[in-house]
């Protein structure tokens, strides 16, 4: 991949992760799409972000220089809340418009100036390449706009970068080029969990695993290879692989002869960078890599380790230290591997061996709603039967319920014969932590109330819905009158208790349906959908009012505390949230004013 191909990859990954959205995408004037994804969607998100992308072309916006904001059209019962919208920024060449760089989710928060200079930079820097004729956004073969493209939505950070291309269907050539055959990797087949799995048993594996080229330069080592020889990984990649691995024979100075010895191979001197040497034993083959071409790969054992260790007792050890579970059973649902984590994560004692028994279909999983999950849809018969199951969430029952992930698909045996892989995950605590996560991002930290970003997204969602169905909203503003003056009589931390009392009231005052929302300080938000009638907006103000003013009780001191109250009613055809809210605070402020004035005038 060159350099060009890198800044693009990179530019749509930066813009994705700059506005925290689901994917990003690159499209040019042509219709031609490249998008990636940042994790598993369902069936056809994969078409209508091709088609959301091609469709921004046709807006205004497309061509000025500034970010601008699209969504699908939505059909009279379909939701809003699943519509993906978008924001995408032109990308010129010069004074040529030559596509736009987008950011894609089922929301969208107003772009902050951070992200507004980010994706301008990110546009500028998409141009500049397709100025110096280094770059061709979307390239000459890649989908038209007429062309009709099957997708397939993948995690992407572990398979690379998703790029819709005809060549890809086509024989590539020995660079791995946009051209080059990716049915295994990017076309679905191997797993992103699987191979971020295999990345981390590669790296933690207690034995070396190197490959080299033909020639016999290293293209890549693991940590072990680090450890035995001294070298750090770029100064092994810099290396041919007679220079670190000798052997008594002298004539043996070639990839092939120091590394295609089937096992358990033959023993080789590893020079370290202190001038002594290791005793490794070193076996492996020879292979056909549609990267880089003819390649060897090998494994080197210290020699001392090798003697009494079968490769058998090595594999079952480093299996049953993983914390994913994994089962192998060939194509008559015979287990022919299981690990310790396989046993724990379906509920079954991990003293069993499960090896020469048919798979047992554990009654502990259910789906992941809870229900009891069939043998027929359990991922292993699935795989079975031929079909790739991605990352599905099932659960655990038990008194302590456990979150999982389970990825399938038929496996090829040593005899040439069709099983199947599972691999199972135990994810509770990664959802546990994102939810809290979630909420800590969402939410006031001191009164548990939503804060201006959530409140900013519910009334952009609330407001595209009454777009196409109608409906209205009413926002009320609320400001505490003279609150300084009980944290400057009474510290901070009475008022903090008094602002926690006032949130909770505030809450009561309305129906369970309404957000309500602390945007800093003494300032409070509700949003109440309701009719058009002034009268009912009255209503809710005249129960807040009137719960507010109650006397507060807090550490021994009676407090009193009023309110300025301000509400606007929203205009769903013309209006933004940010809009909408500002409008509310002036006239919050208006009315503060106006009792001012009015009780200055009697005193």
């Not at 820097?125 to 390239?139: M, S």
Request: aromatic share 4%; proline share 4%.
């Amino acid at each position: 991949m060159g350099n060009a191909e890198d800044l693009t990859i990179e530019a749509v990954r930066l813009a994705r992760d700059l506005c925290m959205g689901m994917g990003a995408f690159v499209v040019s004037t042509r219709g031609d799409v490249r998008f990636e994804l940042a994790e598993a969607g369902s069936a056809g998100v994969g078409e209508r972000v091709l088609a959301l992308a091609r469709s921004c072309l046709e807006r205004p916006g497309a061509q000025g220089n500034e970010p601008f904001w699209n969504a699908e059209i939505l059909g009279e019962d379909e939701s809003a809340d699943e519509s993906l919208a978008c924001v995408a920024v032109p990308v010129r060449a010069g004074a040529e418009l030559v596509g736009l760089l987008g950011v894609v989710d089922t929301w969208l928060p107003e772009l902050d100036e951070e992200q507004r200079l980010g994706l301008l930079r990110l546009t500028q820097a998409l141009g500049d390449q397709v100025a110096r004729g280094q770059l061709a956004l979307g390239g000459p073969s890649s989908y038209g706009p007429d062309d009709r493209v099957e997708v397939e939505e993948q995690p992407t950070e572990s398979l690379g970068f998703a790029v819709f291309d005809e060549s890809a269907e086509t024989d590539g050539g020995p660079e791995g080029g946009p051209g080059a055959s990716t049915d295994e990797t990017a076309g679905g087949t191997v797993h992103p969990e699987g191979v971020e799995l295999l990345d981390e048993v590669i790296e933690n594996l207690p034995d070396g695993l190197v490959v080299t080229r033909d020639d016999g330069a290293i293209v890549f080592a693991n940590a072990a290879v680090s450890d035995m020889s001294g070298l750090l990984p770029e100064e092994i990649l810099a290396k041919d692989i007679a220079e670190i691995l000798h052997s008594s024979d002298p004539d043996a100075d070639s990839a092939a002869s120091l590394l295609d010895v089937p096992f358990p191979g033959q023993r080789l001197d590893l020079e370290h960078v202190d001038g002594e040497s290791l005793a490794v034993q070193v076996s492996g083959t020879r292979f056909q890599s549609r990267a880089i071409g003819d390649c060897h790969v090998a494994i080197l054992r210290e020699a001392l380790a090798v003697a009494g260790v079968s490769s058998s007792t090595t594999l079952s050890v480093l299996l049953d230290a993983l914390d994913e579970g994994i089962v192998v059973c060939d194509a008559e649902g015979i287990v022919r591997i299981a690990n310790r984590g396989a046993l724990a994560l379906q509920g079954l004692p991990t003293d069993e061996d499960l090896v020469g028994r048919s798979f047992p279909y554990s009654p502990a999983l259910c789906s992941s709603d809870g229900s009891p999950l069939t043998e027929s849809h359990h991922p292993m018969s699935r795989a079975l039967n031929g079909t790739v199951v991605r990352s599905e969430q099932l659960q655990l029952a038990g008194e302590d319920r456990r979150h999982l992930v389970a990825s399938a698909k038929p496996f090829e045996l040593e005899d040439g014969s069709v099983g199947a892989l599972l691999v199972l995950r135990d994810v509770t605590t990664q959802l546990e932590e994102e939810a809290w996560l979630m909420h800590l991002a969402l939410h006031d930290p001191l009164t548990g109330l939503a804060n201006r970003y959530l409140l900013l997204d519910y009334l952009r969602r609330v407001l595209l819905q009454f777009r196409t169905r109608g409906g209205s909203i009413a926002l009320v503003f609320l400001d505490l009158d003279d609150f300084k003056m009980i944290n400057d009589r009474f510290g901070h931390d009475v008022g903090d208790e008094v602002l926690v009392a006032v949130g909770r009231r505030i809450q009561g005052a309305v129906r369970s349906s309404d957000i309500v929302a602390r945007l800093g300080g003494d300032e409070f938000v509700v949003a109440h959908a309701a009719s058009d009638d002034p009268g009912e907006i009255e209503m809710v103000i005249s129960r807040i009012r009137k719960t507010l003013t109650a006397p507060y009780q807090v550490r021994g001191q009676t407090l009193a505390v009023s309110a300025s109250i301000g509400w606007v009613a929203a205009d769903p055809r013309h209006e933004d949230p940010t809009t909408l809210l500002v409008r509310a605070d002036r006239e919050m402020y208006r009315r503060k004013s106006a009792r001012r004035r009015a009780a200055e005038a009697q005193q």
